[in-house]
């Protein structure tokens, strides 16, 4: 590493930049780009919640919140998660608005780690979640799925680690990248594992809304969860609202106390009128995300054929709007990969290095793009496929 003229944070230095963002700043630079990598819904927000804002912004609203959040949108939390869960949240006490769940899982993970404490993360995984146990001071314990095991985990693996001593679990489904889900009966096994190591786990589930083969099972509505399980959601992927950057954290208060202290001194609040829009979304939002789940679904299963026709390995995911595709067919790295379709055929993916070191030999394909766009990129990937034998 070049010597700095500053003395600055080796433990920032030593971390890697997202493999996510450091590829799409090349895209930036390109024209006629067809994008299938940034993780992000092609449908703007439903217009109705556009309002809802507009009109807070005409009414003057424009000030702070509670650092908490706005109590009427802490409590429509609170209710869907009952109504969900079966699992009741003070909103008064348990329930903070974030800044998007990025910010919701530094806050938490800064909340409850003390130095040198062991956190599994499952890999393949979003590329913030190793680097924001280590800025908390925490060990990530990364934990591979394979995909004989169709890139799930393998509860065997948890346990052993949990032998060796865990703090917490970091646990993401319908997963950013593979698009994997668990079942009910498969979650029960991992719900045990928790409950029998008393593992603090920090449940991920902002694409729960977008699983497509079978109902989305929340982890906190096994029997005796909500003191291990920190439940993080948001508005960014099912309602079409990643720019508004509104998360939440529902977990018991000892947690959400210290987390709101962190989140006090750091971002204040998140913005009014983007909680506004939340409440609204709440409110109203439900037929709007099954109408664009509908077409996701359809996406995916063009989608997932094609790459498979083009000898592009692909399982079928269960969620999120993500394939996981092996090209270990072409011989080539995934970063290599990666580039030189862009650079021949201006087809943007993320090469699966940015979600695991195991991923040199996989793509990440985002479907929240239009189905034009899917099959214009296909389109010419098969050109390029074509063109390396």
């Known amino acids: ?22 590829f799409f700043d090349l895209v930036l630079t390109m024209d006629d780009v067809v994008s299938l990598g940034v993780g992000e819904p ?3 927000t439903p217009w109705h919640i556009c309002e809802s804002a507009i009109f807070s912004i005409e009414q003057g609203l424009t000030s702070y919140t509670s650092n ?8 429509k939390i609170a209710h869907k998660i009952q109504k969900k869960c079966g699992v009741a949240y ?3 006490e348990e329930v903070l608005i974030t800044v998007g769940v990025s910010e919701a899982m530094d806050v938490v993970l800064r909340a409850i780690l003390n130095p040198g404490d062991r956190v599994a993360v499952i890999k393949p995984s979003y590329v913030s979640y190793s680097p924001c146990v280590i800025m908390a001071g925490g060990v990530p314990v990364e934990i591979e799925c394979f995909p004989e095991n169709g890139f799930k985990l393998d509860p065997s693996d948890l346990e052993k680690e949990c032998k060796k001593g865990l703090k917490a679990l970091l646990l993401n489904y319908p997963c950013n990248p593979t698009g994997v889900s668990y079942t009910e ?3 029960k096994t991992i719900a045990q594992i928790i409950k029998n190591y008393h593992l603090l786990t920090l449940s991920d589930e902002i694409y729960d809304s977008l699983t497509y083969d079978f109902e989305h099972t929340p982890l906190l509505s096994f029997p005796d969860m909500k003191e291990l399980v920190i439940y993080l959601n948001g508005f960014s992927k099912g309602y079409a609202m990643t720019g508004w950057r509104i998360g939440y954290v529902a977990a018991p208060r000892e947690i959400t106390g210290l987390a709101n202290k962190i989140h006090q ?10 909680q506004f829009a ?5 409110r109203n939002g439900e037929s709007e995300v099954e109408v664009m789940k509908k077409e996701y679904k359809r996406r995916r299963n063009f989608l997932v054929s094609r790459l498979n026709e083009m000898g592009l390995k692909t399982f079928m995911p269960s969620g999120a709007f993500y394939t996981y595709s092996q090209i270990s067919s072409t011989k080539l790295h995934a970063k290599v990969f990666a580039k030189d379709l862009l650079m021949k055929k201006r087809v943007a993916v993320v090469p699966g290095t940015a979600f695991s070191e195991k991923g040199d030999q996989y793509i990440r394909i985002s479907y929240a793009s239009s189905f034009e766009n899917i099959k214009e990129a296909l389109f010419r990937m098969e050109d390029f496929l074509k063109e390396l034998k």
Not at 8 to 21: D, N, T, V, Y
Not at 68 to 75: E, H, N, P, T
Not at 278 to 282: D, I, S, Y
């Open 68 to 75: 908490k959040g706005m109590l009427d949108l802490r409590s």
């Open 90 to 92: 003070d909103p008064e």
């Open 265 to 274: 001194y750091t971002m204040l609040c998140a913005p009014i009128m983007g």
């Open 278 to 282: 939340a409440v609204e979304a709440l």
């Open 1 to 22: 590493m070049k010597k700095n003229k500053y003395d600055l944070s080796k433990m920032i230095e030593a971390l890697p930049p997202s493999g996510i963002r450091e």
């Open 185 to 187: 009966e498969e979650l």
């Open 42 to 44: 092609d449908f703007p």
